[in-house]
Nanobody, 128 residues
Framework: QVPLVESGGGLVQAGDSLRLSCAASGRTFNFSTSNMAWFRQAPGKDREFVGV????????SYSDSVKGRFTISRDNAKNMVFLQMNSLRPDDTGVYSC???????????????????WGQGTQVTVSS
């Protein structure tokens, strides 16, 4: 059973918007006590931190490259986290993955090794 499943990726033009969803299932972790993060990876590039939202949904942190354009939100009643992406640019292209923190009630880590559960990712392609 896959603990996290992303959806909503696709092919869009520069300047467009896209909304990604991540659904948690199973009992491998407690969604409501886990910080949830988004990462992305372009072909031939290292995995890059995008943003993270606190388990309560009251705090967020973003990378400088997406600050002001992307917004993370969550619905703990539905065990879902979202990534709203506006003003997309070609360099936003990559596979976007959501991840759950390995420790509950933790700080807003930006390092992938601080996250224990991962989805398989959804492809986002932004054309010029």
């Amino acid at each position: 059973q896959v603990p996290l499943v992303e959806s909503g990726g696709g092919l869009v033009q520069a300047g467009d918007s896209l909304r990604l969803s991540c659904a948690a299932s199973g009992r491998t972790f407690n969604f409501s006590t886990s910080n949830m993060a988004w990462f992305r990876q372009a072909p031939g590039k290292d995995r890059e931190f995008v943003g993270v939202i606190r388990w309560t949904g009251t705090s967020t942190s973003y990378s400088d490259s997406v600050k002001g354009r992307f917004t993370i939100s969550r619905d703990n009643a539905k065990n879902m986290v979202f990534l709203q992406m506006n003003s997309l640019r070609p360099d936003d292209t990559g596979v976007y993955s959501c991840a759950a923190a390995r420790i509950p009630y933790s700080t807003l880590w930006t390092k992938p090794q601080m996250y224990a559960y991962w989805g398989q990712g959804t492809q986002v392609t932004v054309s010029s």
